[in-house]
């Protein structure tokens, strides 16, 4: 079975620029996240989307950082313009349903190493 | 508030011996805790996951322990090797609408040959 795939995995920008990261989750999956993990510390949510809808993104800021899910599979995050803070790595995740409920696995990817200068 | 602490923050054993790592929480209500590996350059890889009833669960020579009325849980690295280096990320999930985790900040270990 295919994991999480994400791409690219390094990035390095100037603060001001703008910058996407693309996530194509564990196929049949129905629940897919974004975290941001600054190095040193545990990942933080960012974004939750259940098919293409959004059920939280309440630590996302939403000034600068934009997410969508349009057919419920793949995921697009986007940081426009980058600061300096936004430096992290950026994993995304997906379960077959909220992996909260219950004891569903969340399945993470290879996270995409973003720097900005 | 609904916090994840991990202690220690860093740890160095020599490769074969043991360690526990520590998670204190304080996220309520509570449905499930989670122990997950994280490699350098990798994300996170559950390694177990328990919930309220469940006080004890193993996965090869990782053993978690939970204690749900202090609000504890422990993960026992049993005959340690190389490969244990790694950062290992305690998580708590919240019974709320979405169900959200908690992650802790993680607990470091470096396995020294």
């Known amino acids: 079975e295919a994991g999480v795939a994400q791409s690219p995995r390094y990035k390095i920008i100037e603060k001001r620029q703008s910058v996407a990261f693309w996530c194509n989750p564990i196929?049949?999956?129905?629940?897919l996240y974004w975290y941001q993990q600054i190095l040193g510390q545990g990942p933080k949510l960012l974004i939750q989307?259940?098919?293409?809808?959004?059920?939280?993104d309440s630590q996302l800021p939403k000034d600068r950082f934009s997410a969508e899910r349009l057919k419920g599979v793949d995921s697009t995050l986007k940081i426009q313009p980058a600061k300096l803070e936004d430096s992290a790595v950026y994993l995304c995740?997906?379960?077959?349903?909220?992996?909260?409920?219950?004891?569903?696995?969340?399945?993470f990817g290879p996270g995409t190493r973003l720097t900005v200068t | 508030k609904n916090q994840v602490e991990q202690s220690p923050q860093s740890l160095i054993i020599l490769e074969g011996k043991n360690c526990t790592l520590q998670?204190?929480?304080?996220?309520?209500?509570?449905?499930?805790l989670r122990w997950y590996k994280q490699d350098t350059g990798r994300g996170p890889v559950s390694l177990t996951i328990m919930t309220f009833s469940e006080n004890t669960k193993s996965n090869g020579r990782y053993t978690a322990t939970l204690d749900a009325d202090t609000k504890q849980s422990s993960l026992h690295i049993t005959a340690s090797q190389l490969s244990d280096s790694a950062s290992y990320i305690c998580?708590?999930?919240?019974?709320?609408?979405?169900?959200?985790?908690?992650f802790g900040s993680g607990t470091r270990l470096l396995v020294r040959p």
């Open positions: 998670c204190n929480y304080t996220v309520s209500p509570f449905s499930n």
């Open positions: 196929s049949g999956h129905a629940t």
């Open positions: 989307f259940q098919n293409n809808g959004v059920v939280d």
């Open positions: 998580v708590v999930t919240r019974m709320d609408s979405s169900y959200k985790l908690i």
């Open positions: 995740a997906s379960s077959l349903v909220a992996s909260g409920r219950g004891s569903y696995e969340q399945y």
